[in-house]
């Protein structure tokens, strides 16, 4: 008894003790003390200061000027003819007629199929030309374009395309019509706003919010070859997004949406890729003026990043320009007089800071235009003025070869060994009069000549930038060196070429 009074004392106590507690801490402050030091704006949110909270106007700007793109086409089917097949239905029915075969898998019965397609595109004039991707509308038979009302349906004329930029410009025969205002993609800065328009997976107008992730992103084989320079963002792109408008925070066009990293799964990963619009306009120029074909600058060299080694050989101390490697014969850089080993260090007054960079402003620049090149040669800048040529789109690129040759004993540097030009090494290496030079005889392996890429069979016309007509001649500039990387200038099948080689591995 004694123990449950002690029991319910205890329990009626520690209700007590909790009941002050709790009375206590609400004693203590009120809501109204706490509302005090709490920061509250009633104001309605739109007119939040400094925030931004729609894009609504936006987007309201360039809507109407995101258009749907079908395609269509039409892909013959072929059979894949099996011999063992054939031969054994001959056996079994042997009256059928010679031809039967033919005719069944590849003649007049092989049923054709119509191939699809759904993009986007941006009305970039009231009298309905339309930018998109060639990959939209390239070798489609019939074009057809929806406006964003959904209220008819127009067939385009395809103005031109041009598949190495994956720009095409289509035509509707319309009046009236709000284009997008198109701004410049030169001005953008990662981390602005960039809005994706477009139809994704055939959802019309619809509008998605990210920024930009990267500019001048190349080497992404998204045009098997082509020229790119293209926008990254993070604004969700999808299938059917492609031809549609890119655009900034007040709504005008700064790209044109091509492709998307996916992982093989074909949906969005935050990794989209568009075409800039200064691009974009310069390539519809050039399709325009061209006839509907873009008409490139050719140069006629091959050009290589420069590396640590190589920026030691040439003397220098950044790895800025881009070396030239070979210099193709008959071509306006051998014309103007580039060589072998000259470092291009500004195109028309702008630095060059890439090969892809160089690559696209001269592809950029008009066929037979006067252009100037700065180059480092010898320790020194030259200025060269060359005519540019016209990209020829057949060209094809030049595969070295080498051809065994007789052993000699000569070592010119560590683990090459060679020798003199003979009339018999001449004739079996159809070498022309006009190549003078030494002959690499042997390469050891693992040595830093292999792996600067130096061949047995090679020809040697220039040791350190100093041409060589014997061995006599580049073992005396080999003594004289006092560098670390050596600079060999060779000719092997044809092709000249320019290697680094470290001398103190």
């Given at each position: 008894?004694?123990?449950?009074?002690?029991?319910?004392?205890?329990l009626?106590?520690a209700?007590?003790a909790?009941?002050?507690?709790?009375?206590?801490?609400?004693?203590?402050?009120k809501?109204?003390?706490l509302?005090?030091k709490?920061t509250?704006?009633?104001?309605?949110?739109?007119?939040a200061?400094g925030?931004?909270v729609?894009?609504a106007?936006a987007?309201?700007k360039?809507?109407p000027?995101v258009?749907?793109?079908?395609?269509s086409?039409s892909?013959?089917m072929?059979?894949?003819?099996n011999p063992?097949q054939?031969?054994?239905?001959?056996?079994?029915?042997p009256?059928v007629p010679d031809?039967?075969?033919?005719?069944?898998?590849q003649?007049?019965?092989?049923?054709?199929?119509?191939?699809?397609?759904?993009?986007?595109?941006?009305?970039v004039s009231?009298d309905?030309y339309?930018l998109?991707?060639?990959?939209?509308?390239?070798?489609?038979?019939k074009?057809?374009?929806?406006?964003s009302d959904?209220?008819?349906?127009y067939e385009?004329?395809?103005?031109?395309?041009?598949p190495r930029t994956?720009?095409?410009?289509i035509k509707i025969?319309a009046k009236?019509l709000?284009?997008v205002?198109?701004?410049d993609?030169?001005?953008?800065?990662?981390?602005?706003?960039a809005?994706?328009?477009g139809?994704?997976?055939g959802?019309?107008?619809?509008a998605?919010?990210g920024?930009?992730?990267?500019?001048?992103?190349s080497?992404l084989n998204?045009t098997?070859?082509?020229y790119?320079?293209?926008?990254?963002?993070?604004?969700?792109i999808?299938?059917?997004n492609?031809?549609?408008?890119l655009?900034?925070?007040?709504?005008r066009?700064?790209?044109?949406?091509?492709?998307i990293q996916?992982?093989?799964?074909?949906?969005?990963?935050?990794i989209?890729?568009?075409i800039?619009?200064n691009?974009a306009?310069?390539i519809v120029?050039?399709l325009?003026d061209g006839?509907?074909v873009?008409?490139r600058?050719?140069l006629?060299?091959?050009l290589d990043e420069l590396?640590?080694?190589?920026?030691?050989?040439?003397g220098?101390?950044?790895?800025s320009?881009?070396?030239?490697?070979e210099?193709?014969?008959?071509?306006?850089?051998e014309q103007a007089?580039l060589?072998i080993g000259?470092?291009?260090l500004?195109y028309n007054g702008?630095?060059?800071?890439?090969v892809?960079?160089?690559?696209l402003?001269?592809?950029?620049?008009?066929?037979n235009?006067e252009?100037?090149?700065?180059?480092y040669r010898?320790?020194k800048?030259k200025?060269?003025?060359?005519?540019?040529?016209e990209?020829?789109?057949?060209?094809v690129?030049?595969?070295p070869?080498t051809?065994p040759?007789?052993p000699k004993?000569?070592?010119?540097?560590?683990g090459v060994?060679v020798?003199?030009?003979?009339?018999?090494?001449?004739?079996?290496?159809?070498?022309?009069d006009?190549i003078?030079?030494i002959?690499v005889e042997?390469?050891?392996?693992?040595?830093?000549?292999a792996?600067a890429?130096l061949?047995p069979?090679?020809?040697?016309?220039?040791?350190?930038?100093v041409?060589?007509?014997?061995v006599?001649?580049?073992y005396?500039?080999?003594e004289?060196?006092e560098g670390?990387?050596?600079?060999?200038?060779?000719?092997?099948g044809?092709?000249?070429?320019?290697?680094?080689?470290?001398?103190?591995?």
């Amino acid at each position: 008894m004694i123990r449950k009074k002690l029991l319910h004392s205890f329990l009626a106590f520690a209700v007590i003790a909790a009941a002050g507690i709790s009375n206590g801490f609400s004693d203590e402050i009120k809501f109204s003390d706490l509302k005090s030091k709490i920061t509250i704006d009633k104001a309605p949110i739109a007119n939040a200061k400094g925030a931004v909270v729609s894009y609504a106007d936006a987007l309201e700007k360039v809507m109407p000027a995101v258009v749907t793109i079908s395609s269509s086409k039409s892909i013959q089917m072929t059979s894949q003819r099996n011999p063992q097949q054939e031969e054994l239905f001959r056996r079994m029915f042997p009256d059928v007629p010679d031809d039967f075969f033919e005719r069944f898998g590849q003649g007049e019965e092989t049923p054709e199929r119509r191939q699809e397609g759904l993009g986007s595109g941006v009305i970039v004039s009231p009298d309905g030309y339309i930018l998109t991707n060639n990959h939209v509308v390239g070798g489609a038979d019939k074009i057809t374009v929806e406006l964003s009302d959904q209220k008819k349906e127009y067939e385009a004329e395809l103005i031109g395309a041009d598949p190495r930029t994956d720009i095409a410009l289509i035509k509707i025969d319309a009046k009236g019509l709000t284009p997008v205002t198109i701004g410049d993609s030169s001005k953008l800065r990662i981390g602005d706003v960039a809005m994706a328009v477009g139809n994704p997976l055939g959802l019309e107008q619809t509008a998605t919010l990210g920024i930009i992730s990267a500019v001048g992103r190349s080497e992404l084989n998204i045009t098997n070859g082509g020229y790119e320079n293209f926008i990254q963002t993070d604004a969700a792109i999808n299938r059917g997004n492609s031809g549609g408008a890119l655009v900034d925070a007040t709504g005008r066009l700064i790209g044109i949406n091509t492709a998307i990293q996916s992982n093989f799964t074909g949906g969005n990963i935050g990794i989209g890729f568009a075409i800039p619009s200064n691009m974009a306009l310069n390539i519809v120029e050039r399709l325009l003026d061209g006839g509907g074909v873009v008409k490139r600058g050719f140069l006629g060299v091959l050009l290589d990043e420069l590396d640590t080694n190589f920026a030691k050989a040439l003397g220098r101390d950044d790895l800025s320009g881009v070396l030239i490697r070979e210099v193709v014969a008959n071509t306006p850089a051998e014309q103007a007089g580039l060589r072998i080993g000259d470092l291009i260090l500004k195109y028309n007054g702008k630095p060059v800071d890439s090969v892809q960079r160089l690559r696209l402003d001269i592809s950029n620049t008009a066929p037979n235009s006067e252009v100037e090149f700065e180059v480092y040669r010898k320790g020194k800048a030259k200025t060269v003025d060359v005519k540019l040529g016209e990209l020829d789109d057949d060209r094809v690129a030049m595969v070295p070869g080498t051809r065994p040759v007789a052993p000699k004993v000569e070592e010119l540097i560590e683990g090459v060994r060679v020798k003199n030009l003979d009339d018999d090494t001449r004739e079996s290496l159809e070498l022309d009069d006009s190549i003078e030079g030494i002959l690499v005889e042997s390469v050891k392996d693992n040595v830093a000549a292999a792996r600067a890429g130096l061949r047995p069979g090679t020809v040697i016309t220039m040791v350190d930038q100093v041409d060589v007509e014997s061995v006599e001649d580049a073992y005396e500039v080999v003594e004289k060196f006092e560098g670390d990387v050596l600079l060999l200038q060779t000719y092997a099948g044809g092709r000249r070429n320019i290697l680094a080689v470290p001398l103190n591995e």
